[in-house]
């Protein structure tokens, strides 16, 4: 009898609990929201609440501010916050997408997937936006502006933020070496001759290398086709061809050189125990590739006297690439009214001016905090990039597909499996697949 | 009498065993340790290479921020709400039907278990926008009951359960049958009783599943009111690095609980596997 009893009690304090939240209904009103974030603006929302969804909890705070100024000017439209963690978040926002009801009104997205839900659908066309004058393109670099146009030409997003991909130097193993820094024009020989100056063994095995490959290879073998005068994934300016150019099969073979010819780069076996990011932060390696928002975390390793910045290490033209983050409002969204608004919001001086403190804003003019903090460094090395940035290569195919199969082959490639011709020739075949697969 | 034991002590088959065992035990443990050790570290230890075992100092705060600055008790109470429910709610509904599928007898018993079993083969990444759907349709996204309703049932724990009653001699029943007992006193008073190790199986199965289920409650929750603690772990993550130090110390604290009711639930565990001769 008393088990019987158990179970009805449990049931009905379940039964409670599902009524009683289950009220609150979907992603529009909500009594249950985030409270702790928008909780006294409550009472003015009239116009409805617009779910933005990010990931990145180091600009939590730069978010938390963003969406508390719109709600000043806008008292009528009540912003609801969600951080999602990065793993989670395409699955999160791609699930509610395909149910036919986004959990997001506004959210972050990125160049690679944005081509994908551009292709798709699943981006709001947001171009009336920019036709009106409402959001000014001219505030943009065109780089940032191009990984949010969509195939038909028309606009599906807005840049957030620009971040391009530099050389990040330990100043003190360069002077360990009596090297000069790497300055604004360094070029890959340069690199190459620095590399072979700062790489230590000890008993024939090497305890310090001059340089390593980024694993993220959208910070350096992607770079490597630019800077070698190379193309990705543009069959039309490129021969027919996604990357199994010769450019692009030279520029692969300079940096797998790197590893398996002048040993001044740690190949895959050491790279898969130790991330080239953790080899960096702890003297092990000179010289590494990457966006300026790492640079807090190597200052707060190494402290900010041993960090410098320079240009990416140049073999034939002087480039990089720009991954620049947007924001853009998923197809399906229930209050797409409000989403506009606040989306020009996002776009304004003043949506774009409270990231500066962490990142560098995609609105062109707002100096970036760190750009002060790290002028000893030559930090504006990364604003001036972005004369000469591409975008984040993504055009004519998924650039998630094409930059997994990338990634494969670039694993075989550090790892000594495969020779570059092969792994390229490899991924071109990937790539043609996975563009077949999307059609 | 004490020679023999010595003799027994140094049989080189059991200084294998225990070498083998004593391997087994570090593996598993050292990356607890790790994890318990790095939680009084600073980023700079843990993230030194070579390896630093020790803290400089034994202090609290990286405990003190992880406690202090993410809604952690909020995220404690909100695990603990939905795993208690989920876990007294599927164990309630698995015996329940266990029962009916091993013992009772109905036309199409077998063809329905068949087809239960197959649902078992089902990953469950294609259910995923389905029950969205559902989640949707019904209201309940963002809130608790999008967490607890549909795991009231599991496949997996009604199978396990089955396979235990099935192991139950049927004169058990026949007795009860005789003294005057009905379906309902048969389960609840006759075998239920004997069924305390399975079912103490299924719910350590079911707490640690359900406090460390990330994916679901993440599709399903926006409010950080109602996240749980695996979604307001992985939230710590910057978008290119992951705070170790801090990270860790969080984990020490949401598997703190789980190694409590593996302690106490362990052997049950052991021995309800060995039984129904499947794994988890």
Known sequence: MKKILAMILCLVTLLTMASGCGSGGTSGGKDASSGSETGSKEDTAEQGAVEFMYWGAEQKEAMETIANDFMDVHPEIKVNLTQVPNDQYWTKLLTSIASGSPCADVCWINPSYAVSMMNAGQLVNVQDLYDSKDIDSANFVQAALDSYTGPDGAMYGVPKDFQTVCLIYNKNLFDEANLPYPGNDYTWEQMLSDAQALTKTEDGKTVQWGYVHNSSVMSSWFVYCYVNGGELFDPDNNGGKYIDTDANREAFQNAADLIFKYGVAPDGSVTAETTPDELFMNNKVAMITYVPSQIANYVEMLGEDAIGVASFPYMTQQSTISNNLGYGIPSGTKNLEAAKIFLTYLASREGQEPQSDIIIPAYQGITSKMEEEYADMNFSVYIDAGKYAVGTPAEAVSGNAARQAVEAEVQSIIFGEKDVATALKDAEESIIKAVENAK | ?280
């Open chain 2, 1 to 280: 009498m004490t020679e023999k034991l010595k003799r027994r002590r140094i049989r080189p088959r059991s200084v294998l065993i225990h070498a083998v065992l004593l391997l087994g035990t570090v593996t598993m443990l050292l990356p607890f340790l790790w994890m318990l050790l790095a939680s009084f570290k600073t980023y700079q230890e843990v993230m030194h290479i070579p390896i630093i075992w020790l803290p400089s100092s034994w202090n609290l705060d990286n405990y003190v921020e992880v406690l202090g600055n993410m809604h952690f008790g909020r995220y404690f109470f909100n695990t603990l709400v939905v795993t208690f429910l989920t876990t007294a709610i599927q164990l309630t509904f698995c015996a329940l039907t266990a029962y009916g599928f091993s013992r009772l007898r109905f036309p199409g018993r077998d063809a329905i278990f068949f087809g239960f079993i197959c649902l078992l083969m089902v990953p469950t990444q294609m259910l995923i926008v389905p029950r969205y759907i559902m989640m949707v349709k019904f209201h309940w996204l963002d809130s608790y009951a999008a967490l607890i309703i549909p795991h009231f049932i599991s496949i997996y724990g009604t199978f396990l359960l089955r396979q235990y009653f099935m192991a139950l001699p049927r004169d058990l029943e026949d007795a009860a049958k005789i003294d005057g007992c009905g379906y309902i006193q048969i389960f609840l008073q006759v075998l239920m009783p004997l069924m305390t190790n399975a079912c103490l199986a299924l719910v350590v199965y079911t707490v640690v599943f359900n406090w460390n289920d990330l994916l679901w409650p993440l599709l399903v929750l926006n409010s950080e009111k109602l996240r749980t603690l695996a979604i307001g772990i992985a939230s710590m993550r910057d978008e290119h690095t992951v705070a170790r130090h801090l990270m860790m110390t969080a984990g020490v604290i949401s598997t703190f609980p789980l190694i409590l009711v593996f302690a106490f639930g362990q052997k049950k565990l052991i021995e309800s596997m060995a039984l129904s001769g499947i794994k988890g």
